[in-house]
C-alpha cells in the first residue's frame, strides 16, 4: 500500500510518501525475486471464481490519488509492464468536483485517464475521506454513491474496486459497499491478503519513506510482519476501542 510517490511532499503525507528513487528500486526487487502484480479485481475475481493467480502474485495500490503517481510512478510502472491500482478520492481530486481539503497536490481527471489507459485500475476511495464507520447512514451512502458516480462518469466504467478511507470498516461498512455496487474492497491490517478475510477486508502492507531496501524485501516476503508492525498493532487496537465508543455514544446519550 503506496499513497504519494513525491520528492518534496507536504509535511503532512511525508511519513506516508517514498521517494521516486525508493519506488523504481521497489519495483525492480518485485520483478527480480519473480513476483507478478495483478490489479485488486483480477486478484478478488480469481478468488472468487476458483481461477488461477500467477506464481508469486502481489498487488501494488496507491490511496488517494496524488499527483507524483502520474509523474514519477506511471513510468516505472510502465517500463517494466506492471499493472497497480489507484484508489482516488473524488472529491480531492483537481477538477470540477474538488470539494477542498486535500493533503497535497492531487491527481487531475485527465491523468487519471492516462493512468486507466495504461493498465492501472482505477477504485474508489470515498468522496471526501471520511472515517466511513463514524458517518450516519445517509452519509455512507452519498460518499460510496457519489465516488462511484464520478469514476463512472469520467472513464465509461464504474469502479470494482474500492479502499476504506483510514482502513477502518465494519460489517455495515461492508455491506454498504457491496450494495453501493463495488465487488472488493481492501482495508489495510498490515497482513498479506488472503481468501479467508473475505473480498470486502483484504489486507495490505504499508510502504511507508523509512522503509528501506532489506525491510522491504521482508515485506514483499511477508516475513516478520508481526514485528515489524507491532506498535501500528498497538495503535490499532486502541484505535478500535475508542471508534467503537464512539459509535456507541450517540446511543447512550
Known sequence: MYHAVARDPDPSTRGL??????????????AAEGFTPVDTAALAAAWRRG??????????????????????????????GFPATVF??????????????APDTMLDWGQ??????HGVEIGGHSHTHPPLDLVG?????????LCR????????????????????????VRRAVRDAGFAQALAVGNDLARRRQGPYA????????????????RLLHGRELARNFAVDRCLTKGYAALRAARRLAPRAG
Do not use: C, K, M, N
Open 17 to 30: 510518501s517514498v521517494t521516486p528513487a525508493a519506488f523504481a528500486g521497489q519495483l525492480e526487487v518485485i
Open 51 to 80: 481461477g488461477p493467480l500467477p506464481r508469486r502474485p502481489v498487488l501494488i495500490t496507491f490511496d488517494d490519488g496524488y499527483e507524483g503517481v502520474h509523474r514519477h510512478a506511471l513510468p516505472e510502472l510502465a517500463r517494466l
Open 88 to 101: 482516488v478520492t473524488t472529491g480531492w481530486l483537481r477538477g470540477a468536483y474538488d470539494t477542498g481539503g
Open 112 to 117: 487519471v485517464r492516462e493512468l486507466a489507459a
Open 137 to 145: 447512514e445517509e452519509t455512507l451512502r452519498r460518499e460510496l454513491g
Open 149 to 172: 458516480e464520478i469514476v463512472a462518469a469520467e472513464l465509461g466504467v464504474p469502479p470494482a474496486s474500492f479502499a476504506h478511507p483510514y482502513g477502518h470498516s465494519t460489517r455495515r
Open 202 to 217: 483484504l489486507r495490505r502492507v504499508t510502504v511507508r519513506r523509512r522503509t528501506g531496501a532489506e525491510e522491504f524485501l
